[in-house]
């Protein structure tokens, strides 16, 4: 698949900060159904609804609107009184349904950097119970803090206190012009996204202790984007410190998961050779904005939300050239890729859990191969080696080899490389494999789980689950199995704990995984995709040109 429809592809398939102002937060006393916290921007009044109280909306950076699109988050305005948090805030610009409708998703605003928490109800400040926060997904265009599926109630019965939020999407996250490099040069330029990202971080460091959390006991965690951002922020510098285990969700681990375009330079990388800037100066034309000063700038400030978005439009028409970069290596807030990063051990230095589905996507979405000859042909010399990998017998369709073959170039090989990584620096990682599909589904999920089909366990939100019908029992076992690794996580570092079958440490000579096989029993076990990942670092170590390398 080309570079230039990989990302809409991606989005298509799953939609299906920085300055604050100091003080000490505390709450206030009151309790009951509408429990009040006092931040450093004013206080907030939530709802207690049994076990559990959630505070939303609570803005953690000004809206990024007017002068403040395409800048670093600026700090919240404080308020006077009481803030009611017993609704969220609205989600980030996205593009509408039908796409070429011209608007944007219903419920979607420019000014949307709201968060969101949940907690046991009751919980005093003091009380330093474990938070997690979570990092929606949706290929940096899409998705949101307030999807159901990631709903902190669960969590909040394990003791801990759950935070999801939103951070711009589309060419409002990633954007590069040359008057906007010029312009304030102090500041980080291009992945608002991650910059957002790490306001609702310092939100967390300055906060939470008022709500009963530990700032010192953060665990991120994140799918699909959200997953490829963990990584990020793992080997962004000003993120350091702010969080302390991290856990990503079908997030890769090299490369492939973000896009390598520097912010002015071309042919800097013969993978990506057109820089962030030239696709924000195809963008202004595409407005009918020519030039590249200041003045072309101000025009693009003035554009609405809507032309922003531009229904989620990434070329500028049929083989056009590109208008969306995706995430930008800047040389400032991003110093470099996640690959060269954990192949230094530059990456914070923190236990992790990484994993994926076992199928997660099938189709061209790495390359237009038609038939497993072509598809291994593309091996060069290592084809012998992946014929005997992935189809050893000569009999399995094209279709399920493309979908493990995609599935292992894009998320468990280089999830294995971080895994390795984190290992190396002398930090624990637990490495999972997630193949269980629900009855209802199997015939629609014949190669294994698809992308994202683990994350309404994690959350045990099975009520949430996309097409699939009531819980089943296994449902049910497999949702709290899961929700309740991630909990332990969270507050020692170790996803074990009674009741639970065993998940070892990875180690590289063991190579022992946690398989949540196809019946539901998460099994510890060594990684049975071995030849496959192992002939997929082959590959990469060769630079063999198998991907068309599009970013997520």
């Not at 968060?115 to 009751?122: H, Q």
């Not at 304030?184 to 996204?193: I, L, N, R, V, W």
């Not at 939470?208 to 700032?215: H, K, M, N, Q």
């Not at 032309?307 to 807030?333: A, C, F, N, T």
Request: charged share 20%; hydrophobic share 40%; glycine share 12%.
């Amino acid at each position: 698949m080309s570079r230039k429809n990989r990302m809409s592809y991606i989005a298509l398939w799953l939609i299906a900060a920085i300055f604050f102002i100091s003080a000490s937060a505390q709450e206030t006393q009151k309790s009951g159904p509408t429990p009040t916290i006092r931040t450093t921007s004013g206080i907030v009044r939530g709802v207690t609804e049994g076990e559990v109280s959630s505070f939303k909306g609570i803005p953690y950076a000004a809206a990024p609107v007017g002068p403040n699109r395409w800048r670093p988050p600026q700090p919240v305005l404080a308020w006077q009184g009481e803030r009611d948090a017993s609704k969220f805030g609205a989600n980030c610009a996205q593009a509408g349904w039908p796409r070429g409708s011209g608007a944007i998703a219903e419920g979607s605003s420019e000014d949307c950097l709201f968060l969101n928490l949940w907690i046991p109800a009751g919980t005093k400040p003091g009380a330093k119970l474990p938070v997690m926060v979570w990092i929606h997904g949706g290929a940096f265009v899409g998705g949101s803090g307030s999807d159901p599926g990631s709903a902190g109630n669960e969590f909040a019965k394990q003791g801990v206190i759950l935070m999801t939020f939103n951070y711009r999407l589309g060419r409002l996250g990633h954007f590069a012009f040359p008057a906007l490099s010029a312009e304030h040069p102090e500041e980080p330029k291009g992945s608002y996204a991650y910059m957002d990202q790490i306001a609702a971080l310092k939100w967390v460091q300055q906060n939470i202790a008022a709500f009963g959390g530990d700032p010192n006991n953060v665990t991120i965690f994140g799918f699909s984007a959200g997953g490829v951002s963990v990584h990020s922020l793992m080997t962004i510098p000003e993120a350091k410190g702010l969080f302390h285990k991290a856990i990503s969700e079908s997030g890769g681990g090299r490369d492939g998961v973000l896009t390598g375009r520097p912010i002015r330079k071309e042919n800097a990388d013969p993978l990506y050779p057109i820089s962030a800037e030239t696709i924000g100066i195809n963008f202004a034309r595409k407005h009918g904005i020519e030039g590249t000063d200041a003045a072309a700038l101000a025009k693009l400030r003035a554009l609405s939300v809507e032309e922003i978005v531009d229904g989620g439009q990434e070329s500028d028409g049929q083989g056009g050239p590109r208008i969306y970069s995706g995430p930008i290596l800047d040389g400032k807030l991003v110093v470099e890729t996640a690959e060269s990063a954990y192949n230094a051990g530059r990456q914070a230095r923190i236990p992790l859990i990484i994993g994926n589905c076992s199928g997660e996507i099938g189709g061209g979405f790495v390359n237009a191969s038609s038939s497993k000859e072509e598809l291994f042909s593309l091996f060069a010399e290592l084809a012998s080696e992946a014929k005997a990998a992935y189809d050893p017998d000569g009999n399995k369709e094209f279709a399920e080899v493309i979908t493990k073959f995609n599935t292992d170039w894009v998320w468990a090989e280089p999830g294995r490389l971080a895994a390795r990584a984190i290992v190396a620096k002398g930090e624990s990682a637990y490495i999972y494999h997630f193949d269980y599909v629900p009855a209802a589904m199997k015939e629609r999920m014949r190669y294994g789980a698809g992308h994202g089909s683990e994350v309404a366990y994690v959350f045990n939100n099975l009520n949430a689950r996309w097409g699939a019908p009531e819980a089943t029992p296994e449902d049910k076992m497999v949702a709290q199995r899961l929700n309740t690794y991630w909990a332990n996580f969270a507050k020692t570092g170790d996803p074990n704990g009674k009741g639970l079958p065993e998940w070892s440490v990875y180690n590289s000579k063991k190579n022992e995984i946690l398989e949540i096989q196809s019946d539901g029993k998460p099994v510890g076990k060594p990684d049975p995709r071995k030849a496959r990942l192992d002939v997929i670092e082959k590959a990469f170590k060769m630079r063999v040109d198998i991907q068309s390398r599009g970013g997520i």
